[in-house]
Structure formats: structure tokens, C-alpha cells
């Protein structure tokens, strides 16, 4: 049996030294002074204890065959200690002085000092836990010294009255106020700040019933339980920890609505069954609680209550890791469901949450399992219970406020529009909002841990984070304005959907962006990496960083690239004129002599031509050496019509102008129309035709398509006054025979012009 608990014992130290390196990576930096060969356990009485409770202490803690050094007050007491491990066969002599976690030299000493103290709770915790059967005894006798209830009901009946009485009027209220609330509980509208709105009434409900339900027990509870004895006190840690279980499920119902989903705020996948495993929560950890302060209360010593609370810390432990196990896939659509377009930090984020959440639970659990043998355990365990709600109602405040703030953009943007310079100063102000969360955050938990981990004192840990705050500072205003000018760019970007050939049947309205607009997201990448290299500068200079030496290193660097890559240069150069003169925009139809097309992309050191037939050509400024821009401002088509020499000019003069009219009356092509199509004149007289050219000056990216639609209407005009259009038929007669005819007629077509813009659909 000695074996088998010699290797229980190192499988635990095994176990718990894993898990203490976790917890103990980012401590690697607390100061140490030198290493001890041994650590013993450190007990620390107050000195009015009994001698019966020291010896079950001490019993309880050297079980093991550990070392045990007794302090009063904090000043070593090694003669108790001695004369206590004395009265045990087995127990083992203090062969040196004990260490605190900030004596220790080295990560090695820290974690092996962290792991004792883990193992040593875990230890005392497991001998404490038979204990717990000494509850019901100590308790009746702790409930016959009442001093309540010697003349009439007893305690028991008041403190049952008390709660039934409390229970009656937070349900007539509740009857009361149904109807009011209920008006106020109907959300306006599927947006989020109605929904937030209506969740908050009923949240104002739930915790008035809660207060009006205390303040009736603190009303009757001095009226029938006037002295301070046990039921006094059971009454009051009962109905505090219901209290905090009402508000666990009172926050439930305002995140997640059950059955309700219209008020919903947190858009938590399997929200009812979620809901559900919060009230099992929200009922186990009061009940927890409150048993073991009784059990502190009415125990004869402090084994009883530390067996309940390694029994019921390490339950709760157990069924917070299989809850985030079960939430984790919907955690990460939670979170995924904040962007429309999630990068890769976000995906990350999404799914390494739960796995956070209960690696967290784990330390914090075996936290509260050191504390149990520190000397300031209280401070710990406090440490880790306040850590544990921080690092769930951060979030939940993050995603709150950005929704909200997401709303109010959105309904503004609806009712007055909205620019990229507005969308951008939302986005920034988002960002900075949610940045001051997260901050306050990481400040609540740095204050809590500061003085555990480094010994820090309060003025030494302002010092410290006045100095974090001055780098601090810098690194949020560079994140805001990264926020603000990519969101910035992002609305000058011009948005291109189109897959595939465009329809050229259909009008297309022009979307030619402004000339900022085509400026803008060249210059995108060499603002956000301007911005960012400077805030990165600043903060290495707050944080005593000489950067010169980067500055000229940095200039050195672009010299010589400057020197090896010419053409790049070039490219760079040219494009930074072509830009300052306005030569072309992105949406444009352009020619550079050798290729041609509509301009899609414009980078710092080329652009993208997409040709008719859908090829895209990239061509560098450099080899740009003339352009020509067929889409700009406004575009003149000519073409010409070939008649028969009978044919009456002025007539057909008449039906191309009632044509040009038809046309500007068009509500389909009409405001594509600069100057009518009209008939210029007789452009030429042939041996077969009459040559008449027609003209008209529209918009450029329509020119392609108002010709067709002009030739189409042209032709039928000319058909329907009967005006005969020229034919290629040949007559050829000889001498004495008759008439032959020959050769078939055929119409003439003119040449299509040289296109001005492409095919606009």
C-alpha cells in the first residue's frame, strides 16, 4: 500500500507540475533571490487556536510525510511544530527554513514552489474531505445555542416564514407588473437597440423582484430574528447567495431571451439549451458557497469546510470544462458573426476561445488549490474568483457595445446617408470604444495579480503602469488611425461584381469613380505602412529603444534599392505623374498604343486593362509612353448611310431628325444623349450610292450601344418613307440582244468605327 501511495503521490506532483508550467509561463520575469534545497508546508495560526485544532492540522497536512512549520502571526513557531510533528511516528523533522513564491531563484524554484503548494493543497484538501460528515453534528449543535426563537416559533419556523413571506411579494409584484412591463418587453424592431430596449425592461423587472425580495428579508429578519446568532446568520447567507443566483438567471434571460428569440441579444446558437446549463450553474454555485461558509461558521475546525471546498470546487471545475466543451462550436459562430468578412486573426480567435476558457478554469481551479497553503490564500482565491467573472463579462460588454454602436451607425447612414469619411470616424470610434473595454479590463486584471505574482505595491504598481500607460497610449491612437484610414480607403475602393462578359444588350449606368477615389487606394498601402512603421517607432522609443540606428539602417536600405531597381523607380515615377495629371481613372476605357481596354486596377507601380474579349493586360507606367482616353467627359460617333440616286435627300433628312427626337424621348437611351443623332449632309456621290453621314454626341461608356440602337432605328425610319437604300447591281447591255441582267444586289454596309468606349452592356 506504501507503494501504491508513493506513486499515486508522483503521478499528482506529475500532473500538477504540468499544469502549473501552463499557468506559470507568463511569470518567467518575477524577481527571485536564491533556491532552497526543500520546501516545507508553511501553517500559519492566528493564536487562539486550540491545541486539539493544531494537532488535527497538522495531522491533516504532514499525512503525506511532508514537512510542516507551524508561524504565528508570521513569526516562525518551530517549537509547536516540532512538538507537533513529535506526537506522529512518521512525521518528518524541518530540515530547513521555509520560502515564499518570491524567494525562490530561478523559473525552477518558482515552479517547484508553485507545484508544493498545489500538491500540498490538493493533499489537504483530499484528507479534509472525510470531515464533511462532521457537518450535521456540528450543526445541531451550533443551532441549539441559538438565541432566537427561546420564546414562541422557533428559529426554524421564522427563517422559513421569512422566506416564504419574501417569495409571496416578489410574486405579487411580479403579477402586479406584468402587463406594464410586457408593453415595454415587445421589441420595435429586428434591429439591436429596440431588442436591447425591450431586454432591459425585462431585465429591470427581474432585478426589482430580486431587491424587493432582499429588502423584505432584511425588514422581517430584524423584526422576528433580532439576535446575532446562527439562524441570523444562515437566513442571511442563504437568501444572498439566492440572491446571486436570481441574478446569474435574471442576466441569462437578458442575453439570451428564452423563448423568446425576437429579444435575443446574443445570437448564441442552441440559446435554449445554453440557458439551461446557466441555470443548473447559477443554482449549484450559491448552494456551494453558502454550504461552505456555514460550514466555516458552525465547524469545529477548518477541515470540514476546506473538505467542501475541494468537493464542490472541483464538481464546478468539472462542469465548466464540459460546458465549454459543448459551447465551443457555438462560441466560434458567435464570434465569426461579428464580421461579414472574418480575417484570420478573427478565425483564430474563434477557435481557440473555448479551448481558452477552459485552460483558464484549470489554473484558476488549481489557483484556489495553492491558496489553501499560502499564507495569503485568501487573496488568491479572491484573485481567481474575480479573474473568472472578468474574463467572461469582458466580451460579453465588447460585443454589447459594438453592436449598439453598429446600430446607430446603420440607422444614421439610413436616414442621412452616408460618406467614407462618416463610415470611417464610426469605425474609429468603434474601435476606440471597444479599445477602452479592453484596457480596463487588462488593467483590473494586471491590479489583482501585480501584488500576488511580483509583490508589487500599490505605489510601485502605479509607478509601473503610468509607464505602460505612456506606451500605451501611443499604440492606441496608432491602432485607431489604422482603424480609421482602412475603413477610409476601403469606402474610396471602387467595388467591382461583375463575373464574367457584360451583357451588351443592357444599359449600364456609368460608374466612373471620382478622381480621389482612384488616388486613394494607390496611396492605401503606403499610408498604412507609413502609420504603422511610425507607431511602431514611437513605441520601441517609449520603451527605450535607441532608434537611430534603425532610421539610418532603414535609410541605407532604400538607397540601395533605389539604385538596384530603376525600372522600378521609373514605374513609380511615372504613375505618381499620370496620377497628379488625371490621365485616367479606374473605369475607363484607355489605349496606350499597344494595348488597350477599361482600367480595373491601379497599383503604386502599374495598372490592369481589361480587354473586350475579357483578357486582362497589366502594363507598368514606365512603358506607358502616350495614352488616350476614350471615356472621358463626352464622346461624337459618325457613320455614314449609302442611298440610291432616287432617293429624296430632304425626306430622308426629315426621318433621321424624327428618329434623333424618338431617340432623346427614350426613357432607355434618352438620358444617354448629349446631342441628337441628326443628318450631317451628303458626306459623298458615288457611281452607285449617295454617301449621307449621321452624327450624334452622347456619353462615352454608351457610345458603342447608342450607335447600335441609332442604326437599328435608323434603318426602319428609312424603309417605312419608302427611301430606297444603294445597290450594288450591275446592268450590262450588248448590241443586237436583249436585256441580260446580272449580278445579285446586294445593301452595302458601312464600317463600324473605331470604338470610342467598350461595349457598356
Known sequence: MDEAAVGWG??????????????????????????????????TLRGDETPETI???????????????????????????????????????????????????????????????????LDYGGTAIPSIVQLPVDWEQAWERNLNGRNGPSAGWRSFGILCLAL???????????????????????????????????????????MLALVTVRLARNAWLPESDLAMFALTTVTNGAAIGALYIAVGRFLLAPGRPERRLMPLPRAERHYRSLIFYAVATPLAVTSILLAHHVGTGPLPATGLIALTGFALMLFKLWFFNDVRHDLAVLILSGAQQPGPLRRLVAAGAAWFYMAVTIVLWLVSCAAAMMTNGGRWAEAAALTEVAIILIPILVIGVSSLLNCRAARREAIVGTTPLSQAGSAAFRAAAVGVIWAAGFFILARLWAGLL????????????????????????????????????????????????????????????????????VLRGVVLGAVLGLTILIVLSRLGVDIGPLLAGFGILGLA??????????????????????????????????????????????MQLRHQSGQIHTVPFGQVQSLTNASRDWATVKFNVRLDHSADIEQARKAIKKTGIALLEDPEFGPHFIAPLKMQGVADITDSAIVIRLKFTGKPNQASMLQREALKRVYRALNEARIPFASNAVTVRGGDQGVQAGAAAAISTVPPPTPLAPAAG
Open 168 to 210: 409571496a411579494v416578489g410574486f405579487a409584484f411580479r403579477l402586479a407588473s406584468t402587463a406594464w412591463f410586457a408593453r415595454r418587453r415587445q421589441p420595435a424592431g429586428p434591429e439591436f437597440t429596440p431588442r436591447l430596449i425591450a431586454a432591459g425592461w425585462g431585465l429591470l423587472q427581474d432585478v426589482a423582484t430580486i
Open 10 to 43: 508522483r503521478l499528482k506532483r506529475g500532473v500538477a507540475g504540468l499544469l502549473a508550467a501552463l499557468a506559470l509561463s507568463a511569470t518567467t520575469f518575477i524577481p527571485a533571490v536564491r533556491a532552497q534545497p526543500s520546501s516545507p508546508v508553511v501553517l
Open 454 to 521: 511580483l509583490g508589487v505595491t500599490s505605489s510601485e504598481f502605479a509607478v509601473v503602469m503610468r509607464q505602460i500607460a505612456g506606451v500605451a497610449v501611443f499604440a492606441f491612437a496608432g491602432w485607431v488611425a489604422l482603424v480609421f484610414l482602412h475603413s477610409f480607403f476601403d469606402g474610396y475602393t471602387p467595388q467591382r461584381v461583375t463575373i464574367g462578359p457584360a451583357d451588351e444588350d443592357v444599359v449600364h449606368e456609368a460608374s466612373v469613380p471620382t478622381r480621389l477615389a482612384t488616388v486613394l487606394p
Open 561 to 606: 534599392i533605389s539604385f538596384g531597381s530603376q525600372a522600378l523607380v521609373r514605374d513609380i515615377v511615372s504613375g505618381l505623374f499620370f496620377m497628379l495629371e488625371d490621365a485616367f481613372r479606374v473605369g475607363e476605357y484607355v489605349d496606350t498604343g499597344r494595348l488597350k481596354g477599361t482600367v480595373e486596377k491601379i497599383s503604386l507601380r502599374s
Open 55 to 121: 494537532r488535527k492540522m497538522v495531522d491533516a497536512l504532514s499525512s503525506a510525510g511532508r514537512q510542516v512549520e507551524v508561524r504565528i502571526g508570521g513569526t516562525n513557531a518551530a517549537a509547536p511544530a516540532a512538538a507537533a510533528a513529535a506526537s506522529k511516528p512518521d512525521a518528518a523533522t524541518p530540515e530547513s527554513a521555509p520560502r515564499s513564491m518570491a524567494e525562490e531563484e530561478g523559473f525552477q524554484g518558482q515552479l517547484n514552489a508553485v507545484v508544493d503548494r498545489i500538491v500540498g493543497g
